[in-house]
């Protein structure tokens, strides 16, 4: 029997409640890896967790109720991890929040909001996988999930645009830094991901379609259009993206970003 790419692996992922998160957790835990799952609401993280664990087992599945702007919790998090798996091995930074507005009418609180997410989530969350990893002397592997808007600006989404921007250079600054210690940070920029994201609630699909002049029921349809593949880009099509970086078939990449959004003519920084 082949080996499967992730056996013996553990995998910390962040916003893996929903959306990019659930499926790459999915897709770890079906590649082998024991899977940590990261994310503010307990109900749902206890949902995902039981589908994951009726796929591989409930011993490789931990959900941990997190907030991942929360230094407190976030290194409480990875303490849990290690008394319950031993070590990590992978860690994908996906825990994401979106604002859209106006920049005169976005309030400090809203883009306090988006930046402690986005970009202090980012920096708590890696800063203790390179602790790890530096104490462990294990190669580990940070994936950031960026956003075709990291490279790409729209209006009315200052706060979100460059919050992911912001994060997506840290994830370059972390590459330069971590390879004398074999550890490797890349970034996966997709897209807008409809389906399963708690970012497109009720009101944020209202806000779309507002903005662009179109109508709810036809938002799918207008991301769609617009890539140059004219293909919706679903979670598990960003699963697989950060799969490669996190298993051997990455493993002589760093620093690299790879684009999950059907060919933005705008965010084609190939």
Not at 137 to 158: C, H, T
């Amino acid at each position: 029997m082949m080996k499967k790419e992730l056996s013996g692996k553990v995998a910390l992922i962040t916003g893996g409640s929903s959306g990019i998160g659930k499926a790459t957790a999915i897709r770890f835990a079906q590649e082998g890896a024991k899977v940590v799952i990261l994310a503010r609401r307990i109900e749902k993280l206890e949902i995902v967790s039981c589908e994951i664990a009726g796929l591989v087992g409930e011993e490789k599945v931990l959900p941990i109720q997190t907030d991942v702007s929360d230094e407190a919790q976030v290194r409480s998090a990875f303490r849990k991890t290690m008394d319950v798996f031993k070590q990590i091995d992978i860690v994908v930074c996906n825990a994401g929040y979106l604002y859209s507005s106006r920049v005169e009418e976005t309030t400090l609180e809203e883009w306090t909001q988006v930046y402690g997410t986005n970009v202090v989530g980012s920096f708590l969350v890696s800063r203790e996988a390179f602790r790890h990893w530096k104490n462990t002397r294990i190669p580990g592997s940070l994936i950031f999930v960026s956003s075709k808007n990291a490279i790409s600006p729209s209006a009315q989404v200052s706060a979100y645009c460059s919050a992911k921007a912001a994060t997506l250079h840290l994830a370059r600054c972390l590459a330069v830094e971590g390879a004398p210690y074999g550890i490797r940070v890349n970034s996966v920029l997709p897209d807008a991901v409809i389906k399963d994201s708690e970012m497109f609630s009720p009101e944020r699909r209202k806000q779309v379609a507002q903005r662009y002049g179109i109508r709810d029921e036809e938002i799918e349809t207008f991301y769609r259009n617009r890539n140059l593949l004219k293909v919706s880009i679903f979670p598990e099509d960003v699963a697989e993206a950060i799969l490669f970086f996190a298993g051997n078939r990455g493993g002589k990449t760093t620093g690299a970003i790879l684009p999950v959004d059907g060919g933005i003519e705008t965010a084609l920084a190939r």
